[in-house]
């Protein structure tokens, strides 16, 4: 119909914004990923947690849906090596808007198998509130207990051997690493986004 028609010329309308080389993305993963079980290639899901602004208008709304993809994942080989994740994002999608980005990847390498100290093992603390989470209290309980100020990381000392585990619903940024042109969303578009987003919470630079 006639308005289906007239609204791609609406969206090519709105004014352009561009999002400075080194922004902070904030993005909460929809999935657990670890150094154990994820295999280069793996894609991923998340939301945007935070708005991106420039010059203090929305760019880019909280609960945008970003696409990224696992692009190194090693488990320790018996009693040699280190645990390590690295997560890359490549796409952000605004409603019916779809961008390319490049951005940092987001890394993290533990010790070999023999490193075991308190800033790359999750004390047992953390870890019974770890099991407790995922049993009982969902992924927020566990990543409101169990990974506190390490930012959405941490590392597992459990069976097999250490790992890096992010939690679904860990909050982890990414940088860009190049200008990102979008158009303006729409009072509808932040609107729809932010209901379906995540609580509003503080996020830890990481």
Known sequence: NAAQLHRPQMQ????????????????????TL???????????????????????????PRGALID????????PEHLKGSPKLALQ??????????????????????????????GTVV?????????????GGGPIALLGAAIGGLGGAGLSALSPGA???????????????????VREPTAADIRGLSANSPPARPARQY
């Open 12 to 31: 090519n309308d709105q004014p352009k914004m561009t999002i400075a080389q080194g922004t902070p993305l904030r993005v909460q993963v929809l999935q």
């Open 89 to 118: 994002i490549s796409n952000v999608s605004v409603e019916n808007a779809s961008y390319v980005l490049t951005t940092q990847a987001w890394e993290h390498q533990g010790p070999g198998k023999g490193g075991q100290t308190a």
């Open 163 to 181: 790992r890096i585990f992010v939690p679904a619903e860990s909050v982890i940024t990414f940088r860009l690493t190049a200008p990102l042109t």
């Open 123 to 135: 004390g047992s603390a953390a870890v019974g509130a770890l099991v407790g989470g995922a049993v």
């Open 34 to 60: 670890d150094s154990q079980h994820s295999t280069p290639g793996t894609a991923f899901r998340g939301v945007l947690a935070q708005d991106v602004l420039v010059n203090g208008l929305i760019a880019l």
């Open 68 to 75: 990224g993809t696992v692009v190194d994942a090693r488990a």
